[in-house]
C-alpha cells in the first residue's frame, strides 16, 4: 500500500489538483513514485487528501473519484496550530 498525499488551497483546488494527477497516473506514473514526489516536494496546502492504494489501476479510481467529488479518501482541512518547544535533553 502507498500513501498518496495530495494537498490544494481549497476545496475547489484539491479536486483540481486530483483531476492534474490523474492525467499523470493514466499516462503510466507509478503510485510509488508520484507517492514519493507529493510527500516530499510538494507543500502540505490547507485542504488535504491522502489516497492509500496498492497499484496504478487503484490510483486512477481513487483520484478519479477525488476529481469528481465523490472520494472515500482521508481528507480535510488544517487546522490552526500553536507553537511547542521540545528540549531533547543534554547533547549536542
Known amino acids: 500500500m502507498v500513501p498518496v498525499p495530495v494537498s490544494a488551497g481549497s476545496a475547489e483546488g484539491l479536486r483540481a489538483q486530483a483531476a492534474r494527477l490523474?492525467?499523470?497516473?493514466?499516462?503510466?506514473?507509478?503510485?510509488?513514485?508520484?507517492?514519493?514526489?507529493?510527500?516530499?516536494?510538494r507543500s502540505a496546502l490547507e485542504h488535504r487528501a491522502v489516497l492509500v492504494v496498492a497499484d496504478r489501476d487503484e490510483l486512477v479510481a481513487e483520484l478519479s473519484a477525488l476529481a469528481e467529488g465523490r472520494s472515500g479518501a482521508v481528507h480535510g482541512e488544517r487546522s490552526g496550530g500553536r507553537l511547542a518547544f521540545l528540549f531533547s535533553g543534554q547533547g549536542s
Open 22 to 41: 490523474l492525467e499523470l497516473a493514466v499516462s503510466g506514473q507509478e503510485p510509488l513514485d508520484l507517492g514519493f514526489s507529493l510527500g516530499t516536494t
